[in-house]
Each structure stands twice: as structure tokens, then as C-alpha cells.
């Protein structure tokens, strides 16, 4: 049976209900990018999708803010093993979530450890989602307050920073500590040093006017298929783990330059090895959700182990029909989803606008086009 094409596949899925809109981009081995688009932007917005489309990125943010942070430590202005707590005063005196006594209060006690860049970069700070934690969840809802008001200055932590991996704010305390760092905005860093650069015109923190007009629409999936959703807040506080808009093949030219022997000119050799080697062997990448409604489970890869470097998820053996050992990955809340292998010079990014993430439909999808981007060569 012949490999279905990328096109292909996107437009199976548009037909099939996986999305109202897909758009995707493709680096490959023999330096040609392709772009892909099938449906429309939305349920209320009928409007042909297109490979330029804006989408809400989220966590796709995360490896560019990590690239930013590399940049300062090559540099010699940031220390990966510093506690942070010299630049970030709120994060000094963190404590740990033990567990809830009989009457439903939370008992907290200091970490026996510091908040460190690395730990922020790897997930390992103990800094986490509540959506994705239902213990903080549960400690949040019994204080009254929120995770987003409280860790800046009072940060509650799942274990002691170093002692698990536990996706979570981690990176917007890195896109705190690059702008303490620079004594600049981490919208205004980011576009000197990483997006201008490369030519990202289409990527931003602030958006102009005339990327909004080409914003798709958020969605949420219920029992009888979508419905627009207002699109998922974002503080500029909390802008370094998901503030950015995209597009598929702007993002790509940062895929690129991961990937890219000499980084574009724009990342370097230090920068590069931070981002591609992994920083240990714990295992990570697997997600619990303690909201459905925003999330799934997610275990990326089943089956095939995966580590953490300073910027990705990275997979330590080849995908059969696709990805070798030692790609890099990740994704975005609003089902994004991206990959960049080195060893074969490939990368892609496939890109949907609706929750709960790590829908089953999507990823199957996601799995397609990895397949057929390593078909077209």
C-alpha cells in the first residue's frame, strides 16, 4: 500500500472530525521546507486555513524561552548550578507539598534544596501545573488563592527541587530570570536575539494587528464535536512557558536552527549542546491530568524511553518509521505538536487550536505525519 502524503494525511483528519483546521511544516533532510493547510480556522470562522495562520502556541514558548536562558550561560551571565535566588528573590524560600492532615489542611515544610537554572530547564525544580498535579490543585482550592498569583513569591512545590520530574512553571521562571538578567523584557531579548534573527517575522509575545487577523480560533471538543472556546489566558508574568504566537513554518526556521550544525548563526555550540544532550537518565515526558477538560494523560513515545535535555523532551532510541534517537520534542496545550532529529535533519510541527490537549485523535494524527514526513524524504 503506498504511504499517504503529508497533504494526506491532514486532510483525512479535517474529514474525519480530528480538527476544523490543520496547519503543518516540514524541514527535510535534502534542505527543502514544505507547508501544508486543510480546513477552516474555526467552527465560527469559515475561513480556508492557511500555512500562515496564527495559532496560540502555549508550550511550544518553552524551548525558545530555554534557548534565550542557554544564550545568557554561554555568555557567561547566567549559572546553571546558582540558586536562582540570587536574581529571583521570591523563589528563595520555597516549600514542599507532604501531604493533608485529617481535617483537609495542607502541610508544608521548606526545601532541603535550591531552585537552580537546571533544575527550572529539566522540569526538576518541583515547580508544577495544578491542572497537571492534584495535590497543589488541592492545596490551592483549600488557601484560596491560585497557582498563578502565589508562585512568584510563595512557590509550593511538589518534591524537593531535584528529586522528580514534574512538568510546570518552571520555564516562566526562566523567562523571570532572563529578563532580571538582561534588564529587559523577555519579549524585547527574545526578538533581538533568537526570532529576528531567523527570520521569525510571524512569532511574537505582543502581536500586531496584522498577525491578529490571521488568528485562528480557540476550541473546545465536546460529545458533539466542537464549539468555540475564548482563547486560554495568558499573563505577561507567565509569558516565557506559553506566550507565543506562531505559525507552523515560522517555527519551523527555529527547528532549523536546532538542528543546523552552526544554529542558524544564531544558537551556539554551548547553547546547541544545553539544548540536544540529555542533562541525565531520569526518565520524564509523562503527564497525569487533574483536569479533563484542558487535558488528557499524555505519554509521549509509549514504549520508547525518553529523557530531558535543557530544552526538549528527547528520545533515546529510534521511532520505527520515523524520529532517531536523540530528537527533540515537545508540544503546545492547544495540540501542537513538534519534533527536530538532528541524525536525520528532519523536523516538523503540526498545529490544531482546540482542548483538551493530548486528544487520542490528534496524536494518532500527529504519528501519521511524522510517518509520511520520513516517507517524503
Not at 530547564?121 to 490551592?140: K, M, N, P, Q, V
Not at 464549539?227 to 527547528?255: H, N, Q
Not at 523536523?347 to 501519521?368: K, R, V
Request: proline share 8%; glycine share 12%.
Amino acid at each position: 500500500m503506498a504511504s499517504q502524503t503529508i497533504q494526506d494525511v491532514l486532510s483525512e483528519a479535517v474529514a474525519k472530525g480530528v480538527a476544523p483546521g490543520l496547519t503543518a511544516a516540514v524541514a527535510h533532510a535534502d534542505s527543502r521546507d514544505s507547508v501544508y493547510a486543510a480546513g477552516v480556522r474555526g467552527v465560527a470562522d469559515p475561513t480556508p486555513m492557511s500555512p500562515d495562520d496564527v495559532f496560540w502556541i502555549a508550550s511550544c514558548t518553552k524551548a525558545i524561552t530555554s534557548a534565550a536562558a542557554l544564550q545568557l550561560v554561554e555568555r557567561g551571565i547566567l549559572d546553571l548550578d546558582a540558586p536562582v535566588a540570587e536574581r529571583l528573590p521570591g523563589l528563595a524560600a520555597p516549600q514542599v507539598l507532604e501531604g493533608f492532615g485529617d481535617d483537609g489542611s495542607p502541610r508544608v515544610r521548606p526545601a532541603r534544596a535550591p531552585i537552580t537554572l537546571r533544575r527550572l530547564l529539566t522540569h526538576t525544580s518541583g515547580l508544577a501545573y495544578d491542572f497537571f498535579h492534584a495535590d497543589l490543585g488541592r492545596y490551592y482550592a483549600h488557601t484560596g488563592g491560585s497557582l498563578m498569583e502565589q508562585a512568584p513569591t510563595a512557590p509550593v512545590l511538589a518534591f524537593d527541587p531535584g528529586d522528580g520530574w514534574q512538568y510546570g512553571i518552571g520555564i516562566d521562571a526562566v523567562g523571570w530570570l532572563v529578563e532580571q538578567a538582561t534588564g529587559q523584557g523577555l519579549d524585547a531579548y527574545v526578538a533581538r536575539n533568537i526570532t529576528d534573527p531567523l527570520g521569525m517575522a510571524d512569532t511574537s509575545f505582543t502581536p500586531s494587528k496584522a498577525l491578529e487577523a490571521r488568528f485562528v480560533g480557540m476550541h473546545a471538543r465536546g460529545p458533539d464535536g466542537f464549539m468555540a472556546s475564548p482563547a486560554f489566558p495568558s499573563s505577561p508574568v507567565y509569558y516565557g512557558g506559553g506566550g507565543l504566537r506562531s505559525t507552523a513554518p515560522d517555527y519551523l526556521k527555529f527547528l532549523r536552527a536546532v538542528i543546523s550544525p552552526d544554529g542558524a548563526g544564531v544558537l551556539g555550540p554551548q547553547t546547541l549542546a544545553g539544548l540536544r544532550e540529555a542533562d541525565s537518565d531520569r526518565p520524564a515526558g509523562e503527564i497525569k491530568t487533574a483536569a479533563p477538560p484542558i487535558s488528557h494523560d499524555f505519554r509521549p513515545l509509549p514504549g520508547t524511553p525518553t529523557t530531558h535535555t535543557l530544552g526538549f523532551l528527547r528520545n533515546e532510541a529510534d521511532v520505527p518509521g520515523g524520529r532517531r534517537a536523540g530528537s527533540l520534542a515537545w508540544a503546545g496545550l492547544a495540540n501542537c505538536y513538534y519534533w527536530a532529529d538532528p541524525a536525520s535533519g528532519v523536523a516538523g510541527i503540526l498545529c490544531a487550536q482546540f482542548l483538551p490537549f493530548a486528544d487520542p485523535a490528534m496524536l494518532s494524527t500527529f504519528e501519521a505525519f511524522e510517518r509520511a514526513a520520513y516517507a517524503d524524504g
